[in-house]
Protein backbone atom coordinates (compact mmCIF):
# COMPACT_ATOMS: atom_id res chain seq x y z
CA UNK A 1 0.00 0.00 0.00
CA UNK A 2 1.35 3.52 -0.71
CA UNK A 3 1.48 6.42 1.79
CA UNK A 4 1.41 8.61 -0.97
CA UNK A 5 -1.53 11.23 -0.49
CA UNK A 6 -2.60 13.31 -3.38
CA UNK A 7 -4.02 16.79 -2.52
CA UNK A 8 -6.88 17.81 -4.39
CA UNK A 9 -6.46 21.32 -3.52
CA UNK A 10 -3.78 23.26 -2.29
CA UNK A 11 -3.67 23.86 1.79
CA UNK A 12 -2.96 27.44 1.44
CA UNK A 13 -5.00 29.09 -1.34
CA UNK A 14 -7.54 26.26 -2.36
CA UNK A 15 -6.22 26.30 -5.77
CA UNK A 16 -6.15 22.86 -7.43
CA UNK A 17 -3.17 24.04 -10.00
CA UNK A 18 -1.09 21.03 -8.28
CA UNK A 19 2.42 19.58 -9.41
CA UNK A 20 4.57 17.03 -8.45
CA UNK A 21 7.46 18.70 -6.29
CA UNK A 22 10.01 16.06 -5.12
CA UNK A 23 10.09 12.09 -6.06
CA UNK A 24 9.45 11.54 -2.44
CA UNK A 25 5.85 13.20 -2.74
CA UNK A 26 6.39 17.08 -2.49
CA UNK A 27 3.52 19.24 -4.08
CA UNK A 28 3.99 22.83 -5.92
CA UNK A 29 0.75 25.16 -6.09
CA UNK A 30 1.42 27.07 -9.63
CA UNK A 31 -1.16 29.57 -8.33
CA UNK A 32 0.53 30.48 -5.02
CA UNK A 33 3.95 29.51 -5.58
CA UNK A 34 4.12 27.76 -2.14
CA UNK A 35 6.12 24.11 -2.41
CA UNK A 36 4.33 21.34 0.85
CA UNK A 37 4.52 18.04 1.67
CA UNK A 38 1.78 16.01 2.77
CA UNK A 39 2.82 13.45 5.35
CA UNK A 40 0.35 10.17 5.46
CA UNK A 41 -0.12 9.48 9.41
CA UNK A 42 -1.98 6.00 8.98
CA UNK A 43 -5.56 4.73 9.03
CA UNK A 44 -8.10 3.12 10.96
CA UNK A 45 -5.76 3.82 14.26
CA UNK A 46 -6.14 6.45 17.16
CA UNK A 47 -3.19 7.02 19.03
ZN1 LIG B 1 -1.66 27.57 -3.48
Same mark, same amino acid.
Given at each position: ???? %????? /??? /? +??????????? +???? /??? /? %?? %?? !????? +?? +?? !??
Amino acid at each position: MSTR %AVPFH /CPY /C +GDEDLEPYEKD +GGWY /CRS /C %AR %AF !KLTFL +GI +GV !KI
